[in-house]
């Protein structure tokens, strides 16, 4: 298994991780860009948004629950964050196993893009 993600979710590559059930696993991320920077990754191997079918709608929709839930845990929920997807070249997606960012803890920049 040479994807760093699959690796963290079994346990095999070392990750702080905040939330774990059958379908979803939150951790920190090593490069925060804000006080609170979190993953939130099926445990299924998607390369990306564009990998996923019907079957996976359930699982993608429970990111954020589980985002929601990190949120809380982190106390960000009032003063609120960002959730991005990067997927693909131009959105500059490095780690090919779909994750959800939740970014939050200051104010953010915009507009994006
Ligand atoms: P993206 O550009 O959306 O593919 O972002 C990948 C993110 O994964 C970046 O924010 C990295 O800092 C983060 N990252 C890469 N390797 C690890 C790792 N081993 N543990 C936690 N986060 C990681
Ligand atoms: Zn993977």
Redo the contacts with the bound molecule.
């Keep these: 298994m040479n994807c760093?993600f699959c690796r963290?979710i079994a346990g095999e590559?070392p990750?702080e991780i905040l939330y774990q059930d059958e379908r979803v696993t939150a951790?920190?991320?090593?490069?925060p860009v804000a006080p609170t920077h979190v993953?939130i990754v099926p445990n299924k191997h998607l390369a990306s948004v564009n990998e996923m079918t019907g079957e996976d709608e359930t699982t993608l929709g429970h990111l954020l629950t589980v985002a929601r839930l990190v949120a809380e845990q982190e106390e960000i929920q009032a003063s609120g964050y960002r959730l991005i997807i990067?997927t693909g070249p131009h959105a500059?997606?490095?780690?090919h196993h779909l994750?959800m960012?939740l970014i939050g803890g200051q104010r953010m920049r915009y507009p994006m893009g």
Excluded: E, M, P
């Design positions: 760093i963290i590559a990750g951790f920190r991320d090593i490069h993953l990067n500059g997606q490095v780690i994750h960012h």
